[in-house]
């Protein structure tokens, strides 16, 4: 959809239903009428995160990846976020789909459906009760410990699953339009990759303009 060339101005979620499927709509519904403190879940610190480098479920205060890992270097990896809903991850085939397909253009070899698959299942299992009704999962994907540099290495791939609480997404949300184009022609175009500072970029700026009165 197109957003009109306006500093700033409200729209609604359930102008999404189209693109929002109605289970999505009950829990975040049912979510909401739990109340805030249920819709947290536990305490974030206390989930068990997978990481293939530690051989599978961790405490996340032991959850550690290589400093020339070449996604922390240079963002070299893929991504997917999922939804959790009472502790099973929404569309979790589609997600790996398009994990593969970002892995295929970013040139890293795809990793094993049952693997990932398995192990994030794991991972919202363990997590269950700490998440509570409404959670989030990371399933991040990188080349794995290399050179610095951007020659990749010969070590595995890296696969990282994070999950914490969430909230359910707010009615409306303030949008303001950016100064500068995405690059259709990048080869990372339609690729969900992990290199999202021009996101941060943007959520930064919006904050910052949020925040300045003078500029409403």
């Not at 610190?45 to 996604?71: I, K, N, P, Q």
């Not at 593969?100 to 693997?115: F, I, K, Q, Y």
């Not at 794991?122 to 951007?150: D, F």
């Not at 995405?182 to 303009?209: C, F, H, I, M, W």
Request: glycine share 6%; proline share 6%.
């Amino acid at each position: 959809f197109f957003f009109k060339q306006k500093t700033a101005y409200e729209i609604s979620t359930r102008d999404w239903s189209s693109d929002v499927c109605s289970s999505d709509l009950e829990s975040r519904e049912r979510a909401r009428d739990d109340g805030d403190s249920r819709a947290r879940g536990g305490r974030e610190d206390d989930v068990r995160y997978w990481v293939s480098a530690e051989g599978g479920l961790v405490d996340a205060a032991d959850a550690t990846v290589s400093v020339l890992d070449h996604g922390f270097t240079v963002a070299d990896g893929v991504f997917e976020t999922l939804k959790l809903t009472d502790g099973v991850p929404f569309a979790l085939r589609r997600h790996l789909d398009r994990l593969d397909r970002s892995a295929l253009r970013m040139g890293l070899p795809v990793p094993e459906r049952a693997w990932v698959r398995d192990s994030a299942l794991a991972t919202a299992a363990a997590n269950a009760a700490e998440v509570g009704p409404l959670g989030r999962m990371r399933i991040t994907y990188t080349a794995g410990a290399s050179p610095l540099g951007s020659d990749r290495g010969e070590n595995e791939p890296t696969l990282v699953i994070a999950v914490s609480p969430t909230k359910p997404w707010p009615e409306s949300a303030a949008v303001i339009t950016v100064p500068w184009p995405r690059n259709e022609r990048s080869p990372l175009a339609g690729v969900k990759s992990t290199s999202y500072a021009e996101n941060v970029l943007a959520l930064d700026r919006k904050s910052t303009r949020l925040n300045s009165s003078h500029e409403w």
